[in-house]
């Protein structure tokens, strides 16, 4: 472009040599202006176009964002949307879950409740049953010391008194009572019999129950005896009558007993064994009366 107007110029010069010095140096000073103004203008014309170039880029970028936006707001709007039928759903259908979910949580925690009151009061009563029972265990014991202490002279000559299952046994032997095959009491029998009968007068909440046993030999007896069940029997009988001359004694809390040869402690095989089996038991049982008032309530 420069050079345009300079060949413009120069053709302009020689075809007009004719033209004066000073017109020809207004001419120059014209085209210096001109110059500087195309300079000036070049300048700011490379300046918009930098200008334009970041412009473009911002735009760029603005477009992206926006697009970005546009994404967005879609993803937001399907949220909101969503959110909007969860709400509707809530207000409606989940409303009556919501209910009866609260229904069942009150009666789940009232069955709760009810549990707890039941474990309560069994381990209430587990504890007064431990009690009670250690109270008959401690009765028990004591009873038995009595009963070993009263008849401290006979243990060992036909007599053993012992504990268990929660009960005294006094074992009396037939020599110690009654000979063979009757059931008549001897006089070491009525000694030891007395002594007993002094323990269960202090002991009232005891009850008592007299076993007659025999050996596995025919009974050989003649009258109302027929068999070793009824010498069982008829012994027991002659024991009870016996305890209960003393009158201190209720004879409700006495039940007399038979057991013929059934319950052996040893093998009939031998005589020591049938000389064991052939034996009258006293046993002394605690009234259960606390303990059953218990497991009842």
Known sequence: ???NIFLILSCFLLLSSCVSTKKYKTLESRYHRLQNNYDNLSVKAEEQTNKLTQLGKEIAGLNSELESLRVQNKSLKKQYDDLQDFQKKMSTTS???????????QQ?????????????????????????MEKQAEALAMLKKKVTDALVGFEGKGLSVIQKNGKVYVSVDEKLLFKSGKWDIEKPGLEALAEVSKVLAQNTDINIVV????DNVKYAGTGALTDNWDLSVKRATTVVRTLLKNTTIDPARITAAGRGEFIPLESNETNEGKQKNRRTEIILTPKFDELLDILEH
């Open 1 to 3: 472009m420069k050079r």
């Open 95 to 105: 409303q009556t879950e919501m209910q009866d979910l609260l229904k069942r949580i």
């Open 108 to 132: 789940s925690e009232e069955s709760l409740q009810q549990k707890e009151d039941e474990l309560r009061e069994k381990n209430k009563k587990y504890i007064e049953l431990q009690a009670a």
């Open 211 to 214: 076993e007659g046993h025999t």
